[in-house]
């Protein structure tokens, strides 16, 4: 294979050097293409853009492969935890016995929240959404935590990861708790990561909760298959915001806003206000799909479709199976997990989705899995954040750690007014 591409263009050749990555995806440098010959390139939506060169997580699209650091995920989600799943992302190795044990001494160490951040949270309305808070409280938390780290020594880098992967499940709870009017639940150090969590949501102070062990495992599991994926839209966030060398907090907090949205961690969310808009209708399927294929008001199958995945998405494959095995195992029958297999299938033999290649994604049984656990919809976005935090941290350690890195800065093609004229306020009418 040459080791250039060429492009020409107005009598004038350029050559681009082919950049190729260690699982052979292939890449056009064009750094220097504005300097040799005038030219950007354009790119809707960055679907064809490399922004960066990344050592943390491949996904190949077609084949429906993801690994973490070349570890896939079939295996991390049967075999590891999220804790180690986390620890792998952050520090590039699977920790040894001795290090796995002081990344979950420092995940117990941090994870009370400042006093004063206490104030600050009960500063929000009742009604406030959970991530407009939890990215506020991130934000917060660099006010009360010296920022100072050094992101290339691993050593002195576990205690800042440590106490945002702490204090994220603590905020995350404790917001919960508020919504509800309910006093918040403090951290119990004996518990593992996930089951902490579950008793900061739901123990009161006269009846702790214990979490059945099949729901620990599989919110576990559900925190490992959204640990990370590459260059989406958060995480790109993430990195963009720390490229100007902002710190750790307020890049993840910038993320946190990211993965809000509907289409990238707020589909979780959507896709069961859209199965339970089906219930409450009583809308046939085939009505609504052919709303989706009209685009009548914009309607979508949310839970549907992927950027990079064009075959299937291999977490939606293990999220499915789990979902089974967990309403199975505690007894739960949940109409919205039938309405939603019934969807697929539709969808799946319909010409539309099927030429378009739009299977469903890691938010379409990801809610059913959340709701059976007992995890009110608007949390939902917030379990993806909290299963997302070690990505975003991998990848804020990336940028600051790149000696050749500069500043996220991308160009545009102007397409506005040219000169105008001002005309004073009094002459405008
Ligand atoms: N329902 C109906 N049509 C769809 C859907 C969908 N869910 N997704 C894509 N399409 C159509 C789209 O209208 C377009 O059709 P046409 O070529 O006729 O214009 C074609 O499929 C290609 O789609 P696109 O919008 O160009 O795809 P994209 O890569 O820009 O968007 C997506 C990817 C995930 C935002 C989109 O598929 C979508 O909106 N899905 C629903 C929301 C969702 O489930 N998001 C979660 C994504 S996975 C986890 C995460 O990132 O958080």
Redesign the pocket.
Known sequence: MTDTAQLHYNGQTIDLPVVVGTQKETAVDISKLRAESGLITLDN?Y?NTGSCSSAITFVNGEKGILKYRGYRIEVLATKSTFVETAYLLIFGEMPTSSQYTEFRRQLVQHEFIHEDMRHHLDGFPPNAPPMAILSAMINAVGCFEPVFMQPEDDEHFMKPAARLMSKIRTIAAASYRKSLGKPIVYPRSRLRYVENFLHMMFSSPYEPYEAPEAVVEALDRLLILHAD?EQ???TSTVRMVASSQANLYASVAAGVCA?WG???????V??IDMLQGLVDSGEKLDRFIAR??N?DAG?????????VYKNF?PRATIIKESCHRLLEKIGVDDPLLDLAMKLEEVALKDP??VE?K?YP????YSGIIMRALGIPTDMFTVI?AIGRLPGWIAHWREVHTNTNARIDRPRQIYIGDTVREYVPLEERG
């Open positions: 939506g679907g994926h989406n839209c958060s993965l509907p289409l990238h961690g707020g589909a979780n959507a896709v989706v294929k685009r309607a979508r199958l949310m839970g549907f479709g992927h950027r998405d539309y989705f378009r739009l994604n890691v938010d379409y993806f």
